[in-house]
């Protein structure tokens, strides 16, 4: 049988336990000299939550999961070792009391779908800037909320010069202007 003090001590220590676990939690409205040490580091979100049926859309492989959302670089970007089968949204929220908490949230194409980093959106293969091209639009992440125009003229040129069937197209359509000056000359 437990006395007093071992009652009070076994309760002091249920506490302090207690504490430590919440304090993660627990939004203090002073600050103390050691809760920014605590609370600064990361907090991150589970990435590649994908829907039931992602990986038969990647013909039954495993997805890699290598994408990694950093602090302060939010936005949409493509999965580049998937294939942009796969994209990711992140975001560094600096409001959640003294913690900084990295959101990573994964998304999957439609089968037949990648992600096309040049217009943010799920198109076919022959319409999208080839996936290891995504990388040069990544820079359009930082125009999301600015008053100015999302893309640019060049940005638009650079997609189109970066699409395979677009360059196919053009490259026919100069071929079809030669043939037809020649022909009528």
Known sequence: MMNIDSKLIVWFVVCWIYLIISI???EFEQQS?????????????????????AKEINLNQDFKMTF???KDNDGFFADIDNDCKIFHRC????NAGNRIEVQHYSFICG????????????????????????EMFFN??????SDGPFLTEADIERAKAARPEYRR???????NRRSHRRHHQ
């Open 33 to 53: 000299p050691w809760l920014p040490l605590i609370k600064q580091r990361p907090k991150r979100t589970a990435p590649y939550k994908l829907p039931a049926g």
């Open 91 to 94: 975001h560094t929220d600096h």
């Open 169 to 175: 197209r053009r490259r026919r359509r100069g071929r």
């Open 111 to 134: 089968e037949g779908l990648v992600f096309d980093q040049s217009t943010y959106s799920c198109t076919r293969v022959d319409d999208a800037i080839p996936c290891d091209a995504s």
């Open 140 to 145: 359009l992440n930082d125009r999301i909320g």
């Open 68 to 70: 990694k959302c950093e």
């Open 24 to 26: 993660e939690s627990f």
